[in-house]
């Protein structure tokens, strides 16, 4: 059965099906190749696995983002970040990483990141001198912290998954998202050093008590949802459902970056990728939950405990398969079907679940820029108009410095656990 359901999902990818069209026909297969179970069972499975409350936070989030890449919101932000890092060398370059960690803070999307990150910061950096193709990587490659920076919605899809406390693992993600921007800001000084990128503006107070005003409050966003979830005051789904209110006052009211009539097409946009991530989510369920019955899991947790016991030795496995899987799957994707298989060996391994989940996240976050399927690689091409083969020399430095941090955030747990410990306790 599970031959069939592999095979199957295979073959769908090979004939250019939609990954989750994919799945299904997987899915179905098995199913009707095993015989004992109703074909019914599928689209059951369907709406059993979306009928969650937790859940609804991914669509809230989805339209915030839609708002925030429309509005000033991101551009405020982008012209702050200026302010704050301006003065070093490559300055642009490390205002376009600290705009990614504050955006992850508020959209929980990498791509929504790139969108509304690249489009500013893209044409002004090649207007200041910078390469397309250094402008496009440095875009893309500090998109991923989005995976990791809460509110996101990939930490999300992995509370669902595996139940772990999603405000547990949006700490947990906190430190890591920002080592990640830290690592990619060296490699940036350093190649703006080297060649000459970005001459240092000097630093101006006024400058930046301006910009602080005029971002203001849009930095109240992060410390809303972050502080109202972590103080207990409201869940993750009633922080995006405060969000979007909140977002909506400030593009429509506040700032009036566009006009009530902008507002249907925003929800229609949005509502397009609510359904197909809505629709991948609950087909991968489906496709895992054959997985459990079939014992692939299990089977897999007793043969690696048995052969590879060390869990350093399993950890490095985790991240050639997660770069493997982000050269065919987007992050999102891959996370569904690899979490069911690889969660329970982690925990009979001895993992902590935290732990484990931030790890397996930011090695699938790498997807995001490793072609063929690299989402923000291809964003950011487009917005930089240089090719995708032209970008591959200059994106190996950051991918190098993507990897080193993974690696840190692999073998230096308390990267990971220390802030969940502080709020709240060792405990699991």
């Not at 989805?62 to 300055?91: D, H, K, N, P, Q």
């Not at 992850?104 to 791509?111: D, E, L, Q, R, W």
């Not at 993750?236 to 969000?243: D, G, K, P």
């Not at 050269?327 to 069911?340: K, V």
Request: net charge neutral; with cysteine; aromatic share 8%.
């Amino acid at each position: 059965m599970i031959t069939v359901l592999v095979l199957a999902f295979f073959g769908g990818l090979l004939l250019s099906m939609p990954v989750v069209f994919a799945l299904a026909l997987g899915c179905a297969a098995a199913l009707l190749w095993q015989g004992r179970l109703p074909g019914t069972i599928v689209p059951q499975q369907i709406i059993a696995a979306i009928d969650s409350a937790p859940l609804l936070a991914i669509p809230l989030f989805i339209l915030f983002g839609e708002l925030v890449s429309r509005g000033s919101i991101g551009t405020r932000l982008v012209a702050l970040c200026e302010a704050l890092v301006g003065w070093i060398r490559g300055g642009l370059a490390h205002a376009n990483v600290l705009a990614s960690i504050f955006f992850g803070g508020i959209s929980g999307a990498a791509t929504a990141d790139t969108v509304a990150v690249g489009s500013v910061m893209i044409p002004e950096m090649k207007r200041r001198g910078y390469p397309a193709g250094f402008s496009a990587v440095v875009t893309c490659t500090s998109s991923v912290i989005g995976n990791l920076i809460p509110p996101s919605i990939d930490l999300i899809i992995f509370a669902w998954l595996t139940g772990t406390p999603v405000d547990r693992l949006f700490a947990a993600g906190l430190a890591p998202g920002v080592l990640i921007g830290f690592a990619l800001m060296a490699i940036s000084y350093a190649i703006c050093r080297r060649n000459g990128y970005g001459a240092p503006l000097g630093f101006s107070a006024l400058l930046l008590g301006k910009r602080l005003g005029e971002a203001g409050p849009t930095l109240l966003l992060p410390l809303i949802i972050l502080g109202g979830i972590f103080t207990g005051i409201f869940t993750v789904t009633e922080s995006a459902a405060i969000a979007f209110v909140y977002g909506l006052a400030l593009t429509f009211v506040v700032y009036r970056d566009l006009p009530l009539s902008a507002l249907g097409g925003l929800l229609r946009d949005s509502v397009v990728s609510i359904g197909s991530i809505m629709f991948l989510l609950a087909t991968a369920k489906v496709f895992g939950w054959i997985l459990t019955v079939e014992r692939v899991p299990q089977n897999l947790t007793a043969f690696l405990t048995t052969h590879m016991p060390s869990p350093e030795l399993f950890s490095i496995n985790v991240i050639l398969v997660s770069l493997l899987a982000g050269c065919f799957l987007t992050p999102a994707t891959a996370l569904i079907i690899l979490t069911p298989i690889l969660h329970p060996i982690a925990m009979a391994m001895g993992f902590d679940p935290l732990h484990f989940g931030i790890l397996l996240l930011s090695s699938l976050a790498l997807g995001h820029v490793t072609p063929p399927v690299g989402l923000t690689l291809f964003i950011a091409s487009g917005l930089s108009g240089e090719p995708i083969d032209r970008l591959m020399r200059p994106l190996l430095p950051f991918l190098l410095a993507l990897i080193v941090a993974v690696l840190i955030i692999a073998y230096v747990p308390a990267v990971t656990l220390t802030l969940p410990e502080m709020l709240w306790g060792t405990g699991r």
